[in-house]
C-alpha cells in the first residue's frame, strides 16, 4: 500500500534531492503527463468530441479513421464525424485501446496547419472548464519549481497542438511540450503520420531526446502507460492514479501517491 502525500512533503523531498545532486552544471527537471495529472479529464478527449460536434474534421483524417472503425468492427459509412462519433463511444466504453486512441485521435488532426490546429484546440478547451480540473498541488509544485529554476517538461500522449493550447493555463511555453505531432507536407499541412509515437515507453525515448544530459528529478503520471517514465525519476508521483497503476507500485522505486482533492458538489 502506497500512502498519499501532500504537494508539500513533495517538493520537500524534490528540494533536498536537488540539494544533494552534484553542482556540475547538470539540469533538473521535472516531467509531467498531462491528461489525469495536470488535470481531471483528457484534453485530447475534449478536443475530438469538439470536431465531431463542429463537423470539423478534414477529409484527409477519413481513412485513418475509418481504418480504426474497422479494426474495432465498427460502422464505417459516413462522414468524418460518424465514424469518430463510434470510436469515441468504443473509447469510453473501453473497446478502443488507449494506446491505438491516442495515435488515432492524433492522426485526426490531418489536413489542418499546425496553426489551425492549435486555434481549434484553444476555441474548444476555452469551453471546457480546464482551469477549474487543474490539480491545484499540482499547480504548487510546478510553480516551486518555476522559482527554484527547475525546468517543467510535460510528456503527453496528446495531440501537440492540444497539449501546447491546454498548458497555457499553466504559463508552461510550448517549447517544454513533448506530445504527438504529425508530420507535414510540403504545403505545411498535417499528413496521417507520427513523427514520434508518445505513449508508454515512447514518453521516455521522446523525453530522452530532449533532455540533453539534464537529471529527471520528479517525474508525474496517472495511468499504467506511465510506469516507464515514473520508473525513471529520482521522485516518481502517481497523481490520482488509476487501479493498473498502484498494481505497478512495487516495480517503481520511491513511488509515492498525490490524489486528486475531492470534487465540489
Known amino acids: 500500500m502506497v500512502e498519499p502525500v501532500t504537494s508539500a512533503e513533495i517538493i520537500a523531498l524534490i528540494a533536498r534531492i536537488s540539494r544533494a545532486q552534484p553542482t556540475d552544471g547538470q539540469r533538473s527537471v521535472l516531467a509531467f503527463d498531462a491528461d489525469g495529472t495536470l488535470w481531471r479529464g483528457d484534453v485530447g478527449c475534449d478536443v475530438f468530441a469538439g470536431a465531431i460536434e463542429r463537423r470539423a474534421f478534414r477529409n484527409e483524417a477519413r481513412p485513418t479513421l475509418v481504418d480504426d472503425a474497422r479494426s474495432l468492427a465498427l460502422d464505417t459509412d459516413g462522414p468524418p464525424e460518424a465514424i469518430a462519433a463510434r470510436l469515441l463511444d468504443a473509447f469510453n466504453r473501453g473497446a478502443w485501446d488507449d494506446g491505438p486512441a491516442a495515435v488515432g485521435m492524433a492522426l485526426s488532426f490531418a489536413g489542418y496547419t499546425d496553426e489551425e490546429a492549435l486555434a481549434f484546440a484553444v476555441e474548444v478547451l476555452a469551453s471546457a472548464k480546464l482551469p477549474a480540473r487543474i490539480h491545484p498541488g499540482v499547480r504548487e509544485i510546478i510553480g516551486w519549481a518555476r522559482a527554484h529554476d527547475l525546468d517543467v517538461l510535460v510528456v503527453?500522449?496528446?495531440?501537440?497542438?492540444?497539449?501546447?493550447?491546454?498548458?497555457?493555463?499553466?504559463?508552461?511555453?510550448?517549447?517544454?511540450?513533448?506530445?504527438?505531432?504529425?508530420?507535414?507536407?510540403?504545403?505545411?499541412?498535417?499528413?496521417?503520420?507520427?513523427?514520434?509515437?508518445?505513449?508508454?515507453?515512447?514518453?521516455?525515448?521522446?523525453?530522452?531526446?530532449?533532455?540533453?544530459?539534464?537529471?529527471?528529478?520528479?517525474?508525474?503520471?496517472?495511468s499504467f502507460g506511465d510506469r516507464f517514465l515514473l520508473r525513471k525519476a529520482r521522485v516518481p508521483v502517481a497523481v490520482g492514479p488509476s487501479p493498473k497503476l498502484l498494481a505497478e507500485a512495487s516495480t517503481i522505486d520511491g513511488l509515492v501517491v498525490l490524489p486528486f482533492p475531492a470534487e465540489s458538489a
Open 156 to 222: 503527453s500522449a496528446s495531440p501537440s497542438p492540444v497539449v501546447r493550447a491546454a498548458v497555457r493555463t499553466l504559463e508552461i511555453p510550448p517549447e517544454n511540450v513533448i506530445a504527438m505531432d504529425l508530420e507535414v507536407d510540403g504545403g505545411g499541412r498535417f499528413v496521417s503520420r507520427l513523427s514520434a509515437n508518445v505513449y508508454g515507453e515512447g514518453k521516455v525515448t521522446a523525453l530522452e531526446a530532449n533532455l540533453r544530459g539534464a537529471a529527471i528529478v520528479g517525474a508525474f503520471g496517472d
